[in-house]
């Protein structure tokens, strides 16, 4: 079993900052890829970010320069900063993680989705 809980969000004028924290736990042998996908109503769910093990990072045009993806293998947390927020930023922010278990098996799992809200 692999479970993830994400942390953070909530509401911020147009030009805040947050932080979106997700821990990956259970029986994980590997994680190979993190990453932030978002959706706002009557959207698509799209990716923000994401990061493979080897560093390699991946961001959503709108959110370069704003946003920032890292990870922590030993701690197995993907963190996004975002700075100068914008309306359009407004979503449920999903964390999604894939590797494989102690058992041999592939898994992309995605966590319960948080909320930003950002203001004009």
């Known amino acids: 079993q692999v479970q993830l809980v994400e942390s953070g969000g909530g509401l911020v004028q147009a030009g805040g900052s947050l932080r979106l924290s997700c821990i990956a736990s259970?029986?994980?042998?590997?994680?190979?890829?993190m990453g932030w996908y978002r959706q706002a109503p009557g959207k698509q769910r799209e990716l923000v970010a994401d990061?493979?093990?080897?560093?390699?990072?991946n961001y959503e045009d709108s959110v370069k320069g704003r946003f920032t993806i890292s990870r922590d293998n030993a701690k197995k947390t993907v963190t996004l900063k975002m700075n100068s927020l914008k309306p359009e930023d407004t979503a449920v922010y999903y964390c999604?993680?894939?590797?494989?278990?102690?058992?041999?098996?592939?898994?992309?799992?995605w966590g319960q989705g948080t909320q930003v809200t950002v203001s004009s």
């Open positions: 999604n993680v894939r590797g494989t278990t102690t058992g041999g098996k592939s898994f992309s799992l």
């Open positions: 259970g029986r994980i042998f590997s994680i190979y890829a």
């Open positions: 990061i493979t093990n080897g560093e390699t990072t």
